[in-house]
């Protein structure tokens, strides 16, 4: 295993254990979702229609319904370190098997 | 002579054992009362009182849409981020496993009743593709909800604003048989207590 893999390893097996934490309760095991009510993760062509730094800014700060309401609640709590973590996972879910998400990427992503 | 008496006494414990597994029946939850009738005892059970709350479609669900049908109530919010995603995933199986029997009821109860409009929950339940003709989705008046909540389904619903969220309610699933009495509670967050509820509603089916 090179360098790349190894990490890329690393972050997909911490993303499994973050996701499990703070993903899966909705978006179900493996990112299959559940009924149209929580999106699936996989199989929706998820990478073509969100970039990176949307997906850190969905996790970091969810999505507003409206002033007290959110359609996604916001993970204010995590560190850049698991939700690049997170994020390299449901990449990897999504058929990208190489390369991390940085921390620097995530700590760029402001509200 | 004890060899034959204690297999006797084994036989018997066994047959007894073997009635109970027949007859299994469920108990009456909730606070009971006794009354006298024609010097006879009787006894009340805990009932649910009549109610009036809106559905998804805007129309009245009261305790006239459920009667002779057992039914499954919960409470929940459509925009709650813990434990409402595994109980519907869960109440889901039930919505499917008894989508072709009219006796069998689901009672979603909002405890963020001002949010969650009809047009909200209509959203929601279409979202989840179920339909109102087994599964209502209702909101009320706040107090009424968690009244109900609390006094009748003896589950706890309110609001607190420590929670994320802002609301507090437990992840119970009550099981209500045809004449609204409370025959089970269980963990709507868990497979098992849900495999459990559905052994429970089979044992109500067959009873008369």
């Given at each position: 295993?090179?360098?790349?893999?190894?990490?890329?390893?690393?972050?997909?097996?911490?993303?499994?254990?973050?996701?499990?934490?703070?993903?899966?309760?909705?978006?179900?095991?493996?990112?299959?979702?559940?009924?149209?009510?929580?999106?699936?993760?996989?199989?929706?062509?998820?990478?073509?229609?969100?970039?990176?730094?949307?997906?850190?800014?969905?996790?970091?700060?969810?999505?507003?319904?409206?002033?007290?309401?959110?359609?996604?609640?916001?993970?204010?709590?995590?560190?850049?370190?698991?939700?690049?973590?997170?994020?390299?996972?449901?990449?990897?879910?999504?058929?990208?098997?190489?390369?991390?998400?940085?921390?620097?990427?995530?700590?760029?992503?402001?509200? | 002579?004890?060899?034959?008496?204690?297999?006797?006494?084994?036989?018997?414990?066994?047959?007894?054992?073997?009635?109970?597994?027949?007859?299994?029946?469920?108990?009456?939850?909730?606070?009971?009362?006794?009354?006298?009738?024609?010097?006879?005892?009787?006894?009340?059970?805990?009932?649910?009182?009549?109610?009036?709350?809106?559905?998804?479609?805007?129309?009245?669900?009261?305790?006239?849409?459920?009667?002779?049908?057992?039914?499954?109530?919960?409470?929940?919010?459509?925009?709650?981020?813990?434990?409402?995603?595994?109980?519907?995933?869960?109440?889901?199986?039930?919505?499917?496993?008894?989508?072709?029997?009219?006796?069998?009821?689901?009672?979603?109860?909002?405890?963020?009743?001002?949010?969650?409009?009809?047009?909200?929950?209509?959203?929601?339940?279409?979202?989840?593709?179920?339909?109102?003709?087994?599964?209502?989705?209702?909101?009320?008046?706040?107090?009424?909800?968690?009244?109900?909540?609390?006094?009748?389904?003896?589950?706890?619903?309110?609001?607190?604003?420590?929670?994320?969220?802002?609301?507090?309610?437990?992840g119970a699933f009550i099981l209500v048989d045809?004449?609204?009495?409370?025959?089970?509670?269980?963990?709507?967050?868990?497979?098992?207590?849900?495999?459990?509820?559905?052994?429970?509603?089979?044992?109500?089916?067959?009873?008369?």
């Amino acid at each position: 295993m090179s360098k790349e893999e190894v990490l890329h390893e690393q972050y997909r097996v911490e993303g499994l254990v973050m996701y499990q934490k703070h993903c899966e309760n909705c978006h179900q095991a493996n990112g299959k979702g559940f009924k149209k009510l929580y999106p699936a993760l996989v199989g929706t062509n998820l990478l073509k229609r969100v970039s990176d730094q949307e997906m850190i800014h969905m996790i970091k700060f969810g999505i507003k319904a409206d002033a007290n309401h959110e359609f996604m609640p916001g993970n204010k709590e995590l560190q850049a370190i698991e939700i690049a973590e997170i994020v390299t996972y449901v990449k990897d879910l999504n058929g990208v098997k190489e390369g991390i998400v940085e921390q620097k990427e995530v700590s760029r992503v402001s509200q | 002579m004890f060899n034959r008496f204690s297999l006797w006494v084994l036989m018997c414990l066994s047959l007894v054992w073997v009635s109970c597994e027949q007859e299994k029946s469920l108990p009456y939850l909730g606070p009971k009362e006794t009354k006298e009738v024609n010097g006879k005892i009787d006894t009340i059970y805990h009932q649910i009182p009549d109610f009036k709350f809106l559905n998804q479609d805007s129309a009245w669900v009261s305790q006239k849409d459920l009667e002779g049908k057992i039914y499954v109530a919960d409470f929940f919010f459509t925009s709650c981020p813990t434990i409402c995603p595994k109980m519907k995933t869960q109440m889901l199986r039930i919505y499917q496993r008894y989508l072709n029997n009219p006796n069998i009821q689901l009672l979603s109860h909002s405890i963020d009743p001002t949010y969650d409009q009809p047009h909200v929950l209509k959203a929601y339940a279409n979202r989840m593709e179920v339909d109102a003709k087994k599964w209502n989705f209702v909101t009320g008046k706040k107090e009424d909800i968690y009244k109900i909540g609390q006094k009748s389904y003896m589950v706890s619903a309110q609001e607190d604003p420590n929670e994320s969220g802002g609301f507090v309610h437990s992840g119970a699933f009550i099981l209500v048989d045809k004449h609204r009495h409370v025959r089970g509670i269980y963990d709507g967050t868990k497979e098992p207590e849900v495999n459990q509820l559905i052994e429970d509603i089979e044992i109500l089916l067959h009873e008369k």
